[in-house]
Nanobody, 125 residues
Framework: QVQLVESGGGLVQAGGSLRLSCAAS????????MGWFRQTPGKEREFVAG????????KYVDSVKGRFTISRDNGKNMVYLQMNKLKPEDTANYYC??????????????????WGQGTQVTVPS
């Protein structure tokens, strides 16, 4: 059984930084793409960033390009999301997800079949 455990969320002032971490276990981590999504109450889960199994391909939603960086350490079964220049609109519950795909960095939640429990990021306005 795959387990994904996020950490690193919290409250940060606008313009600040946070680094989210996701620890994975249960199947060969390096074989699958990984992603970060976020969700606020009443809204659909939104793709934030994704990374290929080797780490050579990354994708971002336009609103975070240039501010967020996704990375992975296959030796440690970890994926990270470095978030800089945070804005109030980044406030959400952030989820780590493991893809069902091996060769594609998907942007739809349906392409991910394992999810963490989420970690809250709050950026007051």
């Amino acid at each position: 059984q795959v387990q994904l455990v996020e950490s690193g969320g919290g409250l940060v002032q606008a313009g600040g930084s946070l680094r989210l971490s996701c620890a994975a276990s249960g199947r060969t981590f390096s074989s699958y793409s990984m992603g970060w999504f976020r969700q606020t109450p009443g809204k659909e889960r939104e793709f934030v960033a994704g990374i290929s199994r080797s780490g050579t391909v990354t994708k971002y939603v336009d609103s975070v390009k240039g501010r967020f960086t996704i990375s992975r350490d296959n030796g440690k079964n970890m994926v990270y999301l470095q978030m800089n220049k945070l804005k109030p609109e980044d406030t959400a519950n952030y989820y780590c997800a493991q893809s069902s795909q091996v060769a594609v960095v998907g942007e739809l939640p349906s392409t991910y079949n394992y999810w963490g429990q989420g970690t809250q990021v709050t950026v007051p306005s």
